[in-house]
């Protein structure tokens, strides 16, 4: 069965680094999402992206988030200088081509971040 | 703007005992309706889905769903819990295809032998 696959699995960085969260989405889909999950928190939508532009994003996804989808098959996130609140799990979705009777999104297994 | 209210962030079962996980939304149209499993160290997996048609929904693993727009509940209900069931459980919200999930903040379901 196919699936959404991300990696790392578990990044460790410095308050200020830049960091890239990469997710390979499931090879037929056309939406992409990224969520975060904060310890002891909901998961919060950060951004969706369809045709090659952002269509949605959250007061969250500020000026320090970045998507990319460089190569047709992966789709990234970028964090240009990571705080310490940024420390969370990030999950990535995909959807297909929505219509009313299938628009289900399928998770990766997710990215844990943690700024130190 | 959508929300999701789930009450009881964790709930313990005995083994074949009823589960019954509770999700209350708000939405200004008619919502899609979500419930996902999180399995330890693993990502989210859809259990069932609401969109439109029949309020009674079947999902995977024998859990099912009732919407109920009267109510705004979109509770989930297994009648015989198994020890596998273990997991966190999430409703979430969507209000237009293709459009964002919005989650509750999930419910930890320990299953006792």
């Known amino acids: 069965e196919p699936e959404v696959t991300q990696t790392p699995s578990h990044q460790v960085t410095q308050m200020g680094q830049e960091v890239i969260l990469r997710c390979v989405p499931i090879?037929?889909?056309?939406?992409f999402y990224w969520y975060r999950q904060i310890l002891g928190q909901k998961v919060e939508f950060l951004v969706s992206?369809?045709?090659?532009?952002?269509?949605?994003k959250s007061e969250i996804f500020d000026d320090q988030f970045s998507v990319e989808r460089p190569d047709g098959s992966n789709f990234t996130l970028k964090i240009r200088s990571t705080k310490l609140e940024d420390s969370a799990m990030y999950f990535c979705?995909?959807?297909?081509?929505?219509?009313?009777?299938?628009?289900?999104?399928?998770f990766g297994p997710g990215t844990r971040l943690t700024v130190l | 703007a959508q929300s999701v209210t789930q009450l009881g962030s964790h709930v313990s079962v005995s083994e074949g005992a009823l589960v019954l996980l509770r999700c209350n939304y708000s939405?200004?149209?008619?919502?899609?309706l979500f419930w996902y499993v999180q399995y330890p160290n693993q990502g989210l997996q859809l259990l069932l889905k609401?969109?439109?048609?029949?309020?009674l929904v079947k999902g995977i693993n024998g859990f099912e769903a009732e919407f109920k727009k009267s109510e705004t509940s979109f509770h989930l209900t297994k009648p015989s819990a198994h020890m596998s069931d273990a997991a966190e459980y999430f409703c979430?919200?969507?209000?237009?295809?293709?459009?964002?999930?919005?989650f509750g903040g999930g419910t930890r379901v320990l299953v006792k032998p």
């Open positions: 979705a995909s959807s297909t081509q929505t219509s009313l009777s299938t628009d289900t999104q399928y």
């Open positions: 090879s037929n889909h056309l939406y």
């Open positions: 992206f369809y045709n090659n532009e952002i269509s949605e």
């Open positions: 939405s200004s149209v008619p919502p899609y």
């Open positions: 609401y969109t439109t048609g029949a309020t």
């Open positions: 979430a919200v969507s209000v237009a295809a293709g459009n964002k999930l919005t």
